[in-house]
């Protein structure tokens, strides 16, 4: 239906709907995961699954570069794209076309449930349904549930910043444009790889040193790295080593996920998907205040150190348009 936008307030209906039809995707295969793998292989499930998710996103910018040159010239909703433009609708229309494909597959092959020796699972194979009003107080009301989330939201928060703000950063340090583009990849492709193995070393832990820590242990170490290697960003060391740490951040970021998952499946019964909702919830508010919280700290941060002239007022409206208060103060 995006493509087929006819003005800025339909278009911006069109995405609020996409997000809320979008917003049940992961919970869904949280709590489909939980029912079909045992906690020992829930790693590895959840890494499957996340991974679909980042490799899609690593790879989509080119794809649909790709695929909206090739659709130049192809009318949809009564507009034709000329040459020297990208069939954005084209692309929406396709994208749109495709999911519907994968929703009827999904569909007519995939069950909620395992049909043969249902007692290897945890989960019983029918059992009452919780209501919305009593499910939302169990959660909102557990401490280690907002705990839970407000970890996914610092996540998001760092996480963030490597596909929204990282080419700004790359720029300002005179990095070639060309270049730009493989080195954001390649951050992200890291992640990438950190989503495979993270399934295998939760579990890996798990068989070893139990649930309690077989969760915990992988996530607090991981999140240490991440800590160490932003400390070392702030530095301001040298291009290559920020690359490297960024890297390195994005590869434990996304190892630390399928352990995440994996808590929330072992902790919630048959409210799987109503935990990881909660704390998906609060993740994506971090990856959405990431922008203006890292945004805001970059400009106070070029105020301090900006010499007060006519130039620095010019250079700080480019870098903090939206912010009169900096104009002021220089």
Request: hydrophobic share 50%; proline share 5%.
């Amino acid at each position: 239906m995006t493509g087929l936008a006819w003005s800025f307030g339909s278009l911006l209906v069109f995405r609020l709907l996409l997000g809320l039809c979008e917003s049940g995707a992961y919970p869904a295969a949280a709590a489909l995961v939980k029912r079909w793998a045992r906690p020992e292989e829930r790693g590895r499930f959840n890494s499957i699954v996340l991974f679909g998710g980042r490799i899609g996103g690593a790879f989509a910018p080119a794809l649909t570069t790709i695929v909206g040159r090739s659709l130049v010239g192809v009318g949809v909703a009564g507009v034709v794209i000329g040459e020297s433009a990208v069939n954005w609708r084209g692309v929406f229309v396709l994208y749109g076309v495709c999911g519907l494909v994968v929703a009827l597959l999904f569909w007519l092959f995939v069950r909620d449930r395992p049909q043969v020796e249902p007692e290897r699972f945890t989960t019983p194979v029918a059992s009452p349904p919780t209501s919305f009003g009593r499910m939302l107080k169990l959660v909102g009301g557990n401490r280690t549930m907002w705990y839970f989330g407000t970890l996914q939201l610092c996540i998001n928060i760092s996480w963030a910043f490597l596909v929204t703000l990282l080419p700004s950063y790359l720029k300002d340090a005179n990095v070639e444009i060309g270049l730009r583009g493989t080195i954001q990849t390649g951050i992200l492709l890291a992640g990438c790889v950190g989503m495979l193995l993270g399934g295998l070393l939760t579990d890996a832990v798990n068989n070893r040193l139990g649930p309690r820590w077989g969760r915990s242990a992988p996530t607090a170490t991981l999140m240490t790295v991440c800590g160490l290697m932003i400390l070392l960003v702030s530095l301001s060391p040298g291009l290559w080593v920020v690359v490297a740490a960024l890297a390195i951040t994005s590869l434990c970021l996304d190892l630390s996920l399928p352990s995440l998952w994996a808590y929330a499946q072992d902790v919630a019964g048959r409210n799987a998907g109503a935990v990881f909702g909660f704390g998906n919830m609060l993740g994506n508010f971090g990856a959405a205040l990431s922008p203006l919280l890292l945004g805001a700290v970059t400009c106070r941060l070029f105020l301090a150190s900006e010499v007060p002239t006519q130039k620095g007022v010019g250079r700080l409206r480019d870098r903090c348009p939206f912010d009169p208060l900096s104009v002021r103060r220089v």
